[in-house]
């Protein structure tokens, strides 16, 4: 039976990024501790886990071989209070809200609780240590808000900032941060990753481990979405073209209904653009001509997603209108 997927703060094992966590256990041994730590990477490859790793042991929780580098004791006291969000020595900005209601964005609002938080001394830990989660989600003005707080270092104080496109923060963001590179697992860690923890087959763990770009938080997310059924649905679709199974096509979006029916939506999209993205690499190194027909099928595939949530588009047409696209490329 697949587990429920825990929120980061709860757990205490972390595979595959001993350099990350040895080189922030060296400079924290050393007293060389930098006050800010970009932790960047694809999502899904454990850097928040990283980050509440680092927390604890920065919270003053004494190591545990047993958990791995920066791991401690989930039984300690420190850890007790990080599970239950009650440690006065840590803040943790996210998109959930506090009526646990995910958001689109982290507001400024959050963004300034960083200054007043970071200048107060520790009330009972070696440190304070601010968490965002992930500092993509920052607005303009939560971004700025976040800066000011790096341009005035805290003492005693440290920021550890998840990014998955952390080209996209502000330059002097990027440049105040001491970075940490996450790096893909390789697939067969992946699998028995998603296949301990979703119950799956170990076909459908290799799939789903290929999915998510050997990224294993995204992978076991994968398998409890449903992505494996999407998947096969999205190859009997472009199997089919230039004909198309409508029955099929609208029994799928009989699942774009609400909250749930946008991540379908949302996924559906994504295994098209991806199988059509891998047949045009495909093609192309086999120098055949005429794809260009096939590449705006994939920008269509890219772009509606968007425009579905940005201008409240229906789902239903925009699965037919990227449908008409990729039968009008079947047939050029």
């Known amino acids: 039976m ?11 094992d972390l595979q595959g990024h001993d ?28 850097k928040a886990t990283f980050a509440f790793r680092a927390a604890r042991r920065l919270l003053g929780a004494p190591h545990d071989p047993a958990f791995g580098i920066l791991g401690v004791d989930p039984r300690h006291a420190v850890s007790r209070q990080v599970m239950a969000r009650a440690h006065p020595d840590l803040l943790v900005l996210e998109r959930v ?15 300034r609780k960083l200054s007043e938080f970071f200048s107060k001394s520790p009330a009972t830990a070696p440190h304070r240590v601010a968490i965002i989660d992930a500092a993509d989600d920052l607005n303009m003005n939560a971004a700025n808000a976040v800066l000011k707080t790096l341009e005035e270092p805290p003492p005693q104080g440290v920021l550890l900032l998840v990014s998955h496109a952390p080209g996209g923060l502000l330059p002097t963001i990027r440049s105040r941060c001491r970075r940490l590179g996450f790096s893909p697992l390789g697939g067969p860690e992946t699998a028995r990753f998603v296949a301990d923890r979703a119950g799956v087959s170990v076909e459908d763990s290799i799939r789903l481990g290929t999915m998510s770009g ?55 999209f994504d295994r098209l653009a991806d199988r059509i993205h891998s047949r045009v690499r495909d093609w192309a190194q086999d120098s055949v001509t005429g794809l260009d027909p096939w590449v705006r099928a994939w920008e269509s595939l890219q772009r509606l997603p968007r425009e579905v949530e940005g201008v409240n ?20």
């Open 214 to 268: 050997g990224a294993p938080g995204r992978a076991w997310r994968l398998a409890r979405a449903g992505a494996v059924a999407l998947d096969d649905a999205a190859k009997t679709l472009l199997a089919d073209l230039p004909d198309l199974d409508e029955a099929m096509a609208l029994a799928l979006t009989d699942r774009f209904r609400g909250a749930e029916g946008a991540a379908t939506f949302n996924l559906l």
């Open 19 to 46: 350099e990350a966590e040895l080189a922030f256990e060296d400079a924290r041994a050393r007293g060389r501790l930098h006050h800010a730590w970009l932790l960047t990477g694809p999502e899904g490859l454990g």
């Open 313 to 332: 588009l229906d789902r239903t047409d925009a699965l037919f209108t990227a449908l008409t696209e990729l039968r009008a490329a079947a047939r050029t």
């Open 2 to 12: 697949a587990e429920d997927i825990p929120h980061p703060r709860d757990v205490f």
């Open 97 to 111: 809200g506090e009526d646990s209601k995910p958001r689109r964005i982290i507001p400024v609002d959050e963004a």
